[in-house]
C-alpha cells in the first residue's frame, strides 16, 4: 500500500524553466534548495523569502518556501504560498496538482478530512494518473466517513448520558419529595401523638380542677369520729341546743311532776287522823 505523499521535490532553477527571474532572485532559490536537501528547514525559508522579495510572484520561490513551512508545521502559511502558485497564471497544470496534494496532506495531517479531500480531489482533477493522490484522495474520504460515525456515536452517547443524568436527577428528586413527604409525615405524626398527650393531660387537669372546684357544701368531709359526715351550719347547731336543753328542762319539770304526783299520792293514802 502506498505510503502517504507530501511533494517535497524542490523546484530548480533552470534557463529553459519559462519563468522570469533576477539574477540575484536565482542565487537565492539555488541557496536555499541547498539548505533544505540539508533538513535545515529555516535557513531555507530565509533564502525563499529573499528570492520573493526580488520577485514575488515566482512559481519555484512560492512553491519550494511552502515546503519549507510544511515542514516546520507551519500549515497555515505554507497553504499561503501553494495557493499563490494555485493562482498564478505562469504555473503548470503539474505545479498546481503538486500545490493542490500539498494542501491536501496539510489539512490531512491537521485531522480535517473534508478539506484534505477536496483538495486532493482538485489535484487529480489536474493530473488524474497520480496514483499517490488518489491513494491519499480514497483515505482522506475513509478517514471523514469514520469521524462522522464517530460523531454520531459521540452524539448518541451524549443524548444517552443526558437521559440517564435527567432520569437519575428525576429519581433523586422524586427520592428527595418522598424523603420529605416521609419526614412531614413523621413530624404530623409525632404532633399529633404530642397533641393527643397534651389533650389527655389536659382532660385529666380539668377532672382534677372541677374537682377542686366544686361546691363546699356539697363535699363530703369525715367527722372527728371517722364518720362522712356534712358539717351543720350555725344555725342548725343552735336549734339542736336549744332542742336539747329545752328537752332536759321538760325532763326536770317531768321529774318535778312525777315527784310531786308520788309525793300526792302518799298524802293522799296517809289516814288524815
Known amino acids: 500500500m502506498p505510503q502517504l505523499?507530501?511533494?517535497?521535490?524542490?523546484?530548480?532553477?533552470t534557463v529553459f524553466s519559462g519563468f522570469g527571474y533576477g539574477q540575484n532572485s536565482k542565487d537565492y532559490v539555488i541557496r536555499g534548495n541547498k539548505e533544505y536537501n540539508q533538513d535545515d528547514y529555516q535557513k531555507a525559508e530565509a533564502q525563499y523569502r529573499t528570492a520573493l522579495s526580488e520577485e514575488e510572484n515566482s512559481v519555484k520561490a512560492n512553491y519550494n518556501l511552502g515546503n519549507a513551512l510544511y515542514q516546520q508545521k507551519k500549515y497555515d502559511q505554507s497553504r499561503t504560498h501553494f495557493d499563490k502558485v494555485i493562482q498564478n497564471g505562469s504555473a503548470s497544470n503539474s505545479d498546481?496538482?503538486?500545490a493542490y496534494h500539498n494542501i491536501g496532506k496539510s489539512y490531512l495531517d491537521e485531522k480535517n478530512y473534508e478539506k484534505a479531500a477536496e483538495n486532493f480531489k482538485n489535484a487529480l482533477k489536474l493530473n488524474p494518473n497520480d496514483n499517490e493522490t488518489r491513494y491519499n484522495y480514497a483515505l482522506a474520504k475513509k478517514k471523514m466517513e469514520e469521524k462522522q460515525?464517530?460523531?454520531?456515536?459521540n452524539n448518541q452517547d451524549s443524548k444517552d448520558k443526558n437521559k440517564n443524568k435527567s432520569d437519575n436527577q428525576?429519581?433523586?428528586k422524586n427520592k428527595n419529595q418522598n424523603s420529605d413527604k416521609d419526614k412531614q409525615n413523621r413530624q404530623q405524626d409525632q404532633q399529633e401523638?404530642?397533641?393527643q398527650k397534651d389533650n389527655q393531660q389536659n382532660g385529666n387537669n380539668d377532672r382534677n380542677k372541677?374537682?377542686?372546684?366544686?361546691?363546699?357544701?356539697?363535699?363530703?368531709?369525715?367527722?372527728?369520729d371517722g364518720s362522712n359526715e356534712q358539717p351543720k351550719s350555725m344555725d342548725e347547731q343552735?336549734?339542736?341546743d336549744m332542742l336539747d336543753a329545752l328537752g332536759q328542762q321538760e325532763r326536770e319539770t317531768l321529774r318535778k311532776i312525777m315527784s310531786q304526783k308520788t309525793k300526792g299520792k302518799r298524802t293522799?293514802?296517809?289516814?288524815d287522823w
Open 5 to 13: 505523499k507530501f511533494i517535497f521535490i524542490l523546484v530548480t532553477v
Open 96 to 98: 498546481k496538482a503538486s
Open 149 to 153: 460515525k464517530e460523531n454520531q456515536k
Open 170 to 172: 428525576n429519581q433523586d
Open 193 to 195: 401523638d404530642k397533641n
Open 210 to 224: 372541677k374537682d377542686d372546684q366544686s361546691d363546699p357544701n356539697q363535699q363530703i368531709q369525715k367527722g372527728e
Open 238 to 240: 343552735r336549734q339542736e
Open 268 to 271: 293522799k293514802n296517809q289516814k
